[in-house]
């Protein structure tokens, strides 16, 4: 995984240094929603907490803007007081010829107060851009604080996120589109899209058939992933289940706003950022070109230099494989829709999530022994193997049952494995332990308790101080990681707590386990 990581990390490093340096976008601040005029020199951004912004260091974001020259992007002016008001002020998108500039939110003179909401437009002139003007929209609506939304280069298409009158939670995702020059009421996009959660920063493709989206709602690997979906037809509320964009856009922290650029996509993250968000660039995964040649669902994500030989990867234990089943609530059993089920196997991920009834689908390219997580908002992950090596069918059925996040759930962590009577974790535990690490950095309150089993075998006394220096180093492992060590306490209980029997060496090694409880949520 670590390799992995480091490969991406190199990869996006390379990628950037194609389109332009961007060391000088980036500053302590938080960079969000890039977007690059037509003709390719200029990006406009949203900087938060910079102490020039119009509402000082408080402001949620001015926009900001940058030049391409020869040494790449230059450091970043702001854009001037006529479109930035104190309020949150972000360009939404240009017309094809670069001379409208398209600004979510409306503006007043300078000291009269924003009474109504919608879009506005700059025109471009001889000495830079006009001041907006407002365009309203019937019904336009948003009470969220923040702003994003994209507007097609032909100007009939506008996207934006907010909570409106028919949202189904937080932040949802809203089309409105223009008729004989009129704009018509905006419409959610549906619960293919939208959950409870957030959905954030929309955009779409060239061709205006994918559309682009961060959620924190559809499960993945950190606070929002960028995720994908095709309209399958012209209503705009059809389309196809959310795909995560995979490891090569989406880290343990926050991504956001990706908007496709010339070969590649310009998008945020808060990794290695302190928080907040930083300008990111890279050229978009070629998923529709892996599906084409090995028929499978889009959602396979790998390392771009190992894409072009992966569908001739095929293990010889035999071909793809379909595997299905059912994501349910285990206390009440439920289905979990929005859940995110990653098959993980070297560095290759198929990535799916479930419907609203808790079903998922995933084509898997080959027999290999794959790592299966499966996370979803407001539960315990859930970590398995696959192996499908010596399988002679091409369709599994694999069911998972997460627990709630509640004070008293308990889980036993299955694949936490020792070198055999010492407390030294085997390699093979590090994927399900990162599972841990990643469930208690999205749940900052989250406090565990550790506990450590052995089998009755042996003096109790050695069993109990086997347990505790097992409870101590997988303690250990997860402060290494970043987890507050006061969140974390530990019990060693030897061989007087098991959940199987004893006589038997393959019920045995099931009482050799180390759970985790949760004694505050």
């Not at 682009?212 to 960028?226: E, M, P, Q």
């Not at 989406?250 to 990706?258: A, H, I, Q, S, V």
């Not at 959940?499 to 060496?505: G, L, R």
């Amino acid at each position: 995984m670590h390799k992995f990581l480091a490969a991406v990390t190199l990869f996006v490093i390379q990628a950037e240094a194609q389109i332009g340096n961007l060391s000088l976008l980036n500053s302590p601040w938080d960079e969000q929603s890039p977007v690059v005029s037509p003709d390719g020199r200029e990006l406009y951004f949203t900087l938060g907490g910079n102490s020039q912004n119009a509402g000082g260091a408080e402001d949620r974001g001015d926009i900001w803007v940058s030049t391409l020259g020869t040494a790449g992007w230059s450091a970043p002016v702001r854009a001037g007081d006529h479109i930035n008001n104190g309020l949150h002020n972000v360009v939404a998108g240009f017309s094809a010829d670069g001379s409208r500039m398209y600004l979510m939110g409306h503006y007043q003179p300078a000291g009269k107060p924003v009474t109504s909401q919608g879009i506005s437009v700059c025109q471009r002139t001889s000495v830079g851009w006009s001041a907006p003007s407002n365009i309203s929209i019937p019904y336009f609506k948003n009470k969220s604080p923040d702003q994003s939304g994209y507007i097609s280069p032909d100007g009939n298409i506008l996207l934006f996120s907010g909570e409106s009158y028919t949202t189904y939670g937080a932040d949802d995702i809203y089309v409105v589109l223009k008729e004989d020059g009129k704009w018509l009421e905006p419409f959610n996009l549906g619960p293919v899209i939208n959950t409870v959660n957030q959905e954030l920063s929309p955009s779409l493709s060239g061709d205006g058939k994918r559309l682009y989206f961060a959620s924190n709602g559809h499960g993945g690997s950190g606070s929002f992933d960028i995720m994908y979906s095709d309209r399958l037809d012209d209503s705009w509320k059809s389309w196809s289940p959310p795909s995560n964009m995979g490891g090569v856009c989406n880290t343990e922290g926050r991504e956001l706003f990706y908007r496709e650029y010339g070969d590649g996509a310009f998008f945020t993250s808060t990794l290695n950022s302190d928080g907040v968000g930083n300008i990111r660039y890279l050229p978009a995964p070629k998923q529709e070109s892996a599906v084409a040649k090995t028929e499978t669902a889009p959602g396979i994500i790998v390392v771009p230099e190992q894409a072009a030989t992966q569908a001739q990867q095929t293990d010889a234990s035999g071909t793809p494989a379909n595997v299905t089943g059912r994501v349910i609530n285990s206390k009440t059993n439920a289905p979990v829709g929005g859940a995110s089920v990653v098959f993980q196997v070297r560095d290759r991920q198929v990535v799916v999530a479930s419907s609203d009834d808790g079903l998922y689908l995933a084509h898997i390219p080959d027999r290999s022994e794959y790592h299966v997580r499966v996370e979803a908002v407001g539960f315990i992950g859930e970590f398995e193997k696959l192996d499908l090596r010596a399988r002679t069918s091409n369709d599994f059925e694999m069911n998972f049952s997460l627990l709630p996040v509640e004070v008293g759930a308990t889980v036993n962590l299955k694949s936490v494995l020792f070198v055999r009577s010492q407390a030294v974790l085997l390699g093979e535990s590090y994927d399900e332990l990162d599972m841990v690490v990643d469930f208690m950095k999205r749940n900052p309150t989250v406090e565990i308790e550790l506990s450590g089993h052995t089998d009755n075998r042996g003096r109790q006394e050695q069993n109990l101080k086997l347990s505790r220096e097992r409870v101590d180093a997988v303690k250990e492992y997860l402060v290494k990681k970043g987890i507050d060590g006061k969140r974390i306490s530990g019990r060693g209980y030897g061989g007087i707590q098991p959940i199987a029997d004893n006589e038997a060496e393959e019920t045995r090694a099931m009482n050799r386990r180390v759970e985790f409880t949760i004694v505050k949520e």
